[in-house]
């Protein structure tokens, strides 16, 4: 079998369909309940287990069966795997969140970063080094040989400056 892979989460479930490419009907389904991913889903024993997988899929029923899965790209089977632990990390946020400690908000005192009156910046751009590219550049600077130059706006040429 060759098709989609899709992982559809609702609340603390997900699913994980594999669909087909032709008709898009699902060929098999594996439930991921609360989180548990490792129960619904486990790296394959194999030499190269970052492209293997093996799915437990179950029938209405109450039948199972694990069916093996492998990508042909490691891009692929890395964003299963991320999508995966995102999932996990998700339920577990709302698990906090419903007991009461996952706030969301900064602990401490809020952090006041405006200028108090007098206070100044002073920035130092580009240093020697940014004067000496900005003077050997050739293009305008305003021929005063330091700061940084700025590449002039698109359709601009030296004529209209």
């Known amino acids: 079998w060759s098709g989609r892979l899709r992982i559809v989460q609702r609340g603390k479930d997900a699913t994980i369909q594999l669909t087909n490419k032709t008709d898009g009907k699902i060929f098999a389904m594996s439930r991921v309940k609360e989180g548990s991913v490792d129960k619904a889903s486990a790296r394959a024993l194999v030499k190269d287990s970052s492209r293997y997988f093996v799915l437990k899929v179950e029938s209405p029923d109450g039948r199972h069966a694990f069916i ?84 002039p706006p698109p359709g601009d040429t030296p004529s209209t400056r």
């Not at 009156?117 to 293009?139: C, Q, V």
């Open 68 to 151: 093996g899965l492998a990508f042909n790209d490691r891009n692929a089977s890395f964003d299963f795997n991320v999508a995966l632990q995102e999932f996990q990390k998700d339920v577990a946020r709302e698990a906090a969140m419903e007991k009461g400690g996952g706030d969301l908000t900064p602990k401490g005192p809020a952090m006041d970063f405006t200028l108090k009156e007098g206070e100044k910046i002073k920035m130092n751009i580009g240093g020697a080094a940014g004067r000496r590219r900005a003077g050997n550049t050739g293009g305008g600077g305003g021929g005063s040989g330091g700061g940084f130059l700025l590449a």
